[in-house]
């Protein structure tokens, strides 16, 4: 099958960022949104990141308008009747997600095929809303989709292989490292991610570590590009709490329900960056965090990275997901210096299952425990 034309669903931070890739992949690109204001917001936030691109000499104007050129932006689904794929990120809520592919099933030709950037919902349970489940798979870019090279590509029970495999190839020509796996909740990455910023806020709402601390200690001391709290407010801590609700409802572990810090700011309306506050106020550039209690970032450095780890080895042994997706996953998702194998190869294995135990020792959390040999 040969792609030309690829539709988006909703156009918040993610979806104009997932239009923008493929517009400047030479796609032509169709932009939905629900209203008049969703259609102009995405429509700002994709001038935003060109406008950025061009100021810092990426991309010429005449490129960027080449590249804004062949995006077509609106309100009415019949828009995406001739697209070979459209992508759906709209928020974290299945009801609404179901409701939208039913309207993309009427809407859209019968030949094309329909992915969701869901960020830990089913696909399965997505897929089911049409008559077309051999067509609808998971598509999961991570933000910023335009810098970001990883992609998430789920197959369910029903997905046709040969609709996996297109997807694929039309990855890769995007230039992103695409990773195939069965639908489960948060994936590989988010469901690494996920469990290690719910940790992050227990440990600052159990007052052991401001927020600052830990960012410096994750900036410094492993070499991660954000801390924790600002990765909250970069991926929307609503957005954080929803996909925690998914994996918990999954995991039933009292480590996977959302942290109380995090549901207290997104009911005063701070969700992040995209409301102007989370966990940092964005009204004013932002320094990059800093402490100077180096025992408190140690601290918090080795609780984190150590949980992190483990939870690593764990996916692994399940047979979910392979080392080299793992690693991949988290540097070309997350932007970190390395992967956690790479990180547990460094530091040994017996180190860290004993640092392992040691946590689940002091925290008395069982969860932490090492797998049994
Ligand atoms: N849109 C487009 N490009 C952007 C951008 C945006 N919103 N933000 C930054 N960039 C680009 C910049 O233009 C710059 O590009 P060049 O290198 O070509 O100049 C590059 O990214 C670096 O940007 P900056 O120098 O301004 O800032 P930085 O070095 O601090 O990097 C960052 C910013 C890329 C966001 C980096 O901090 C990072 O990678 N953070 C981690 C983000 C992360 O973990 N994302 C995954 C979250 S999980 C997810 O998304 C999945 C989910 O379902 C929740």
Redesign the pocket.
């Known amino acids: 099958m040969s792609f030309s034309q690829i539709g988006v669903v909703g156009l918040g ?2 979806g104009a ?1 997932i239009v ?1 890739v493929f517009s400047r992949a030479g796609y032509q690109v169709v932009g939905v949104a629900e209203s008049a204001a969703a259609v102009t917001a995405g429509q700002s936030n994709l001038a ?2 060109l406008d ?2 061009v100021s ?1 000499g ?1 991309l010429t104007q005449d490129q960027s308008d080449e590249i804004t050129g062949r995006v077509t932006f609106g309100e009415n689904f019949e828009l995406l009747a001739n697209c070979d794929l459209v992508i759906e990120a709209a928020p974290e809520i299945l009801a609404l997600k179901v409701e939208i592919f039913s309207k993309l099933d009427a809407a859209v030709k019968p030949s094309g095929i329909l992915a969701t ?1 869901t ?2 919902l089913s696909v399965t349970a997505i897929a089911n809303a049409t008559a077309r489940p051999t067509k609808v798979i998971g598509m ?9 090279k990883f992609v998430e590509v789920i197959s369910t029970k029903h997905s046709d292989s040969q609709v996996v495999s297109e997807i694929v190839e039309l990855g890769n020509s995007l230039g992103k490292h695409l990773a195939q796996i069965s639908d489960q909740p948060g994936f590989i ?2 469901k690494l ?2 469990r290690y910023l719910n940790h992050a806020t227990q440990i600052l709402d159990s007052g052991q570590a401001s927020k600052e601390q830990m960012d410096a200690a994750m900036r410094e001391l492993s070499g ?3 801390g924790p709290c ?2 909250l407010d ?3 801590i609503d ?2 709490v929803e ?1 925690l609700k998914t994996i918990h409802a999954d995991t039933k572990l009292e480590i996977d329900e959302p942290a109380p810090g995090m549901v207290k700011l997104v009911s005063a309306g701070h969700k992040g960056r995209k409301t102007g506050s989370g966990f940092y106020d964005y009204s004013a550039k932002l320094d990059v965090p800093t402490d100077p209690n180096q025992d408190v970032k140690n601290q918090v450095h080795n609780d984190l990275l150590i949980a992190y780890l483990g939870d690593c080895i764990a996916m692994e042994a399940t047979g979910y997901a392979t080392k080299a997706d793992i690693d991949s996953g988290m540097k070309l ?4 210096p390395n992967g956690p194998f790479e990180v547990i190869e460094s530091l040994g294995i017996d180190n860290v299952r004993k640092a392992q135990a040691e946590l689940s020792e002091r925290t008395g959390i069982t969860a932490y425990q090492p797998l049994p040999l």
């Not at 999961?140 to 970001?148: C, G, I, K, R």
């Not at 998702?333 to 970190?336: D, E, F, I, V, W």
């Open positions: 931070i993610m960022g923008e935003k990141s950025r691109a810092k990426k950037n960020s830990s999961h870019f991570f933000n910023p989709a335009p810098v970001q990455v988010n991610l996920l991660y590009p954000m600002e990765l970069l991926i929307g957005t954080c996909i998702g997350c932007g970190l």
